[in-house]
């Protein structure tokens, strides 16, 4: 999936905070440290930066959510930030977005803090980020 791809899915998701531009996403793919996982209709970027790694954004088209497609993706993105290394994952989500926040704590992020308007939306309000965490566990060669 190549950056115009993925911002035009992300532009299906997203209004506050606001969607990307392809042109973010290329400069961000070629950061150190950042990677992607793609489906055809989802998409997750995160950064690995020394023992942690964050997850930058998770979009899944309306069209395709509730179809296991972004539980694939963080499944995936989880994987490889442990075999780059990773011991603790991080996010930052839209306190009013309850479905992602519903999606973390099924997959054992716990709530970290709180950014405080951090987000702008499209009409100028304020909307407070939820910092959320996980460890992860070494793999083992059992």
Known sequence: MNAREMAEIHALCFRSPRPWRADEFA?????????ACTRAAGLILGRLAGP??????LAVAPSAQRQGIANELLD??????LEQGAVQLFLEVANTNH???ALYRKHQYRDA???KDYYASPRGA???ALVMSKPLEPLTNA
């Open 27 to 35: 400069d961000l793919l070629r950061s150190n440290g950042v990677f």
């Open 52 to 57: 942690e790694a964050e997850i930058l954004t």
């Open 76 to 81: 995936e993105f989880e994987r490889i930030a």
């Open 99 to 101: 479905g992602a926040i």
């Open 113 to 115: 803090g709180i950014r």
């Open 126 to 128: 304020k909307v407070s």
